[in-house]
């Protein structure tokens, strides 16, 4: 966000300024601070705004670039909906919930999330008898209410070690376990504490989708934003941030235009931040190189031009072809002819109709996959494509005969539409080593800039969408 002056006016005016935004991080932080009466301009790269919380549609289907749905949206205690709240947008759109929300299918079960909580444990127990009492203290732990004494219990664990805590039963673990591609990350490495909050935010308060497609939800925020008074430059690049002895001065735009401003907010990726728009040195362009981004992710959109007979309808299906969770990870990019071991597989049209003509489907693949040239992907992404079906077929009989639009993005592509470094979907790698909060702050050695979204590291992890509005309504404590 950047305030934009008149044209005669002095550049010494209050501003700030939104450099990318890859995710609804810097929406939501631009409409706070215009709410708070600042001058506020967003810069976005794309020709509409949301990073990843967007869609796009080819011939009558309208589909989800990114997230399957939104979590922590009950009216106490959730905080995307305090948010909501806030801003004064909770009577200007429509969620639509499913009850079940997700399905979690291993070779020889089937097992479902519901929207009670109550109903999921049930769920479990009844897959899983012999682990009644380790069940119900795995659900206590999760959800207690004093969240500092489970920071101090999983802070430094991974979430493989957590559930061998709580669990004996090898297939209860691998079931859960199955859920860290939401963080892209096998269990053996991903942050029990990160995922803990995923099962709190977004597993167990989860299946929110906004009707119409996410692009309703981010042209909320930017609607919002506008009729509190701020500007949005779409399909506009920033070129640099300009800096005055390590103070920020102005930002310069695609066309070299100079805009003046006082504070300057990047949702962009930060090593593209410090190594290429700033145009000083910094202790975090160092930093940058030693840690991990996130994994990326290969996906296949499907237009169907018949209904699915899926029951319950629900959002998502967590697919394991056998209990090596492991596996998925360690196959990543194999462009040998070998069988997917996992994903997700995303049906938003079984609950919202509107995204498609009368008597079509949606359905999105997602795998786990690592960046790789676009010479690679164009090369090997067809063969990929074709291995995705065959495996998620025995989910749709018949799939590749009611195919009437098919769509891929590969890392590549991620990148290119975000400049995410490798492509990456979620941020830093959330392992125990990269979630302490001062490692990734969202103030920065350079006075009045600031980052906002999944690149600032809060201490609890930012693999959803709540987690990167979260950062642009804590950030403005500090702007303000």
């Known amino acids: 966000m950047i305030r934009r002056p008149p044209r005669s006016t002095p550049s010494n005016s209050s501003a700030a300024s939104d450099v990318y935004k890859r995710q609804v991080g810097g929406l939501v932080c631009g409409c706070y601070l215009a709410k708070a009466g600042l001058k506020v301009l967003i810069v976005e790269k794309n020709d509409k705004p949301g990073g990843y919380c967007t869609s796009f549609e080819r011939d009558g289907y309208r589909f989800d670039a990114g997230p399957h749905c939104f979590g922590s949206l009950r009216e106490e205690g959730g905080i995307l909906f305090r948010i909501l709240k806030e801003l004064n947008l909770l009577g200007r759109i429509e969620f639509i919930t499913s009850d079940h929300t997700d399905r979690i299918l291993t070779p020889d079960k089937t097992i479902f999330i519901r929207k009670n909580k109550e109903d999921t444990k049930k769920e479990l127990l009844s897959h899983f008898p012999e682990e009644k009492e380790n069940i119900n203290d795995f659900f206590k732990f999760i959800l207690h209410k004093d969240f500092f004494y489970i920071l101090s219990k999983t802070k430094k664990i991974t979430f493989k070690k957590l559930l061998d805590n709580f669990f004996k039963d090898d297939k209860l673990k691998s079931a859960l376990s199955v859920l860290t591609i939401n963080l892209n990350l096998p269990p053996s490495r991903a942050s029990a504490l990160v995922m803990v909050v995923l099962l ?16 309703v939800f981010s042209n909320l925020l930017t609607q919002r ?12 690049v920033v070129k640099k941030i300009i800096t005055k002895r390590r103070k920020v001065e102005a930002v310069k735009l695609n066309n070299d235009e100079l805009i003046p401003s006082k504070v300057v907010i990047s949702n962009a990726d930060a090593a593209f931040t410090f190594k290429k728009l700033l145009d000083c040195s910094t202790e975090e362009a160092e930093k940058v ?3 991990k981004p996130s994994y990326s992710a290969f996906l296949v959109f499907l237009g169907l031009k018949e209904k699915l007979k899926i029951k319950p309808p629900h959002f998502v299906t967590w697919f394991l072809s056998d209990y090596d969770v492991e596996g998925i990870y360690k196959e990543m990019n194999s462009f040998e002819d070998k069988k997917i071991k996992g994903g997700m597989v995303a049906f938003p049209s079984l609950v919202d109709s509107s995204l498609v003509s009368k008597n079509k489907e949606i359905v999105r693949i997602f795998i786990v996959a690592k960046y790789a040239s676009w010479n690679a992907w164009r090369k090997h992404k067809e063969k990929m494509c074709n291995r995705i079906l065959e495996r998620v077929s025995y989910l749709i009989p018949d799939l590749t005969k009611i195919i009437e639009i098919k769509e891929i993005a590969t890392p590549y592509t991620f990148y290119k539409y975000t400049f995410n470094r490798k492509g990456a979907l ?16 969202s103030h ?3 006075n009045n800039l600031y980052l906002v979204g999944h690149w600032v590291i809060n201490g609890v992890g930012n693999s959803s969408i709540t987690g990167v509005a979260t950062t642009g309504r804590y950030l403005i404590r500090e702007i303000l």
Not at 226 to 235: A, M
Not at 426 to 441: L, R
């Open 444 to 446: 920065t050695s350079i």
């Open 225 to 236: 934003f506008k009729e509190y008074g701020g500007k949005i430059f779409l399909s506009t």
């Open 200 to 215: 709190r935010e977004f597993i167990l308060d989860g299946g929110y989708y906004p009707k119409g497609g996410m692009q």
């Open 426 to 441: 979620f941020g830093w790698q959330a392992t125990p080593s990269q979630i302490d909060k001062n490692i990734f702050p």
């Open 289 to 291: 190189d030693r840690l």
